[in-house]
């Protein structure tokens, strides 16, 4: 029976909780209500909640995975055939790597990363690959190519190009398709019970304004797809870390599968909590990294090691980015007031 007095992000905690402290396979701990879980899939993580036969929502996001899977493995192919050896980053690596290429939630793009010399050869490739630097057009129906000033206004603020798209067919069942028009932000477009699907790769060549793809070049080992390489997990937590810091504080970012991410990496225990604290001091992120890693800790009932806590800490440094626990905007509460200050 639903308590209808429950609020979703007891659910959405639960979840994540169970996630974070067990075997992945095994998060299946409540029912959610349809109002619940509509909730968890605008956060991203309704495909934690496991069923024995595969939620509709679970069968389109598979169906997903296996086309940014062959796109991805077509891409590493040719950047290989010219000497280029990609970095996949994020939810794709942690996918093929942690979820038994089982997606957390609906995933929209891929994340690559080349070093900058390499952009050139890379645009061709993927041109030649059939990837246009465009956005799909509802009215046309088709996929509209941005000319070469909108490419430019994009490139040369960002880390990464303006994004390559590649429309395919998605064959979905009537109940995967119902699920499909729920998603928020979706790059699947549905027209008379067909639909199409967005294929999208970013391809960046710095992790941040201030961080080039060169600056972890030594740090990078061999990723779980063949033929690239990907971050350590030292470098895949902070980073991850900061940015979605950032983007929960700056652009209204309100997934939580970040934090399955982060206690993901937490739970290797392979961690250089020397270098994160380094990196906390270099960039000046340490409310960044302090709020969120110890929150995806709890999540996973570990403790973070004394020292790595007292580096991190808020205090040390300027405070210029520190926006507390943010944990209110995810979850839709108020977080509290503390009980005093000193």
């Given amino acids: 029976m639903i308590d209808v007095e429950r609020h979703w992000s007891e659910v959405a905690l639960t979840l994540l909780r169970s996630f974070a402290g067990t075997d992945h396979d095994s998060a299946n701990v409540l029912t959610p209500s349809p109002a619940e879980e509509l909730v968890l899939r605008e956060r991203f993580i309704d495909g934690i909640i496991r069923t024995d036969n595969k939620s509709p929502a679970q069968r389109l ?4 995975w296996s086309i940014h899977e062959a796109a991805i493995t077509e891409f590493i192919s040719a950047c290989n055939s010219a000497g280029i050896r990609p970095t996949i980053l994020k939810g ?13 939630g609906y995933m929209a ?4 990363l080349v070093a900058k010399p390499e952009i050139s050869l890379v645009k061709k490739l993927l041109f030649d690959l059939g990837y246009r630097q465009g956005r799909f057009d509802q009215d ?13 206004n994009i490139e040369q603020v960002h880390y990464e190009l303006a994004p390559f798209c590649k429309i395919v067919e998605l064959h979905l069942e009537s109940d995967e398709l119902a699920v499909a028009a729920t998603i928020p932000r979706r790059l699947i477009w549905i027209r008379d019970n067909r639909a199409q699907f967005e294929v999208m790769l970013d391809i960046h060549h710095g992790f941040a304004t201030d961080l080039a793809a060169e600056d972890l070049a030594s740090a990078r080992c061999d990723s779980a797809f063949a033929g690239a390489q990907t971050l350590s997990y030292t470098d895949h937590l902070w980073l991850n870390c900061a940015k979605y810091y950032t983007e929960v504080a700056l652009h209204g970012k309100r997934s939580l599968r970040e934090f399955a991410y982060l206690s993901t990496i937490l739970r290797t225990q392979i961690i250089e909590w020397e270098k994160i604290a380094a990196a906390a001091d270099k960039f000046e992120i340490h409310a960044s990294l302090y709020y969120y890693l110890v929150f995806a800790a709890d999540l996973a009932n570990l403790k973070l090691p004394e020292e790595a806590l007292l580096r991190l800490s808020p205090l040390r440094g300027v405070r210029l980015r520190d926006w507390g626990w943010q944990l209110g905007p995810l979850f839709d509460t108020v977080d509290p007031m503390p009980h005093r200050c000193r």
Avoid: H, M
């Fill in 92 to 104: 794709a690596e942690f996918t093929k790597a942690f979820f038994s290429q089982n997606p957390l």
């Fill in 109 to 112: 793009d891929v994340d690559c």
């Fill in 140 to 152: 046309a129906w088709a996929l509209r190519e941005l000319d070469v000033v909108e490419i430019a």
């Fill in 61 to 64: 996001y598979g169906k997903i």
